[in-house]
């Protein structure tokens, strides 16, 4: 079953930012991005950040910086692999600082 989640940005790589996108998931696997238009049917407003990333998994109480956590997750994608969508809450948007309460959940 086909899932859709929007966020303020989705991360697909250290530095490739997608402002107010929408990221599909089928069976644990990214299957589409696109941007946002307007209210999307059947799609979950979750706010934040949306990190894209080859791994199966990732620590629940991230650590360290932001841009760190970036490069854990995403920073060498080989094109072609899957890719799993995590939902980033707890970080300052405006600074892109993590808070002493962000985690990070699996889509």
């Not at 250290?14 to 991005?33: F, I, N």
């Not at 307007?38 to 990190?51: D, F, K, P, Y």
Request: glycine share 10%.
């Amino acid at each position: 079953m086909k899932r859709r989640y929007a966020a303020h940005f989705v991360y697909a790589a250290p530095g490739v930012r997608h402002k107010l996108h929408v990221v599909e998931v089928e069976e644990g696997t990214v299957s589409g991005l696109f941007p946002l238009q307007g209210e999307e049917e059947s799609t979950e407003w979750l706010g934040g950040i949306i990190i894209l990333s080859p791994l199966e998994h990732a620590p629940a109480q991230p650590v360290g910086s932001f841009h760190g956590l970036l490069e854990t997750l995403c920073g060498d994608v080989p094109p072609g692999v899957p890719l799993h969508a995590y939902h980033l809450q707890g970080v300052d948007l405006s600074t892109l600082s993590l808070l002493p309460h962000a985690t990070l959940r699996r889509l």
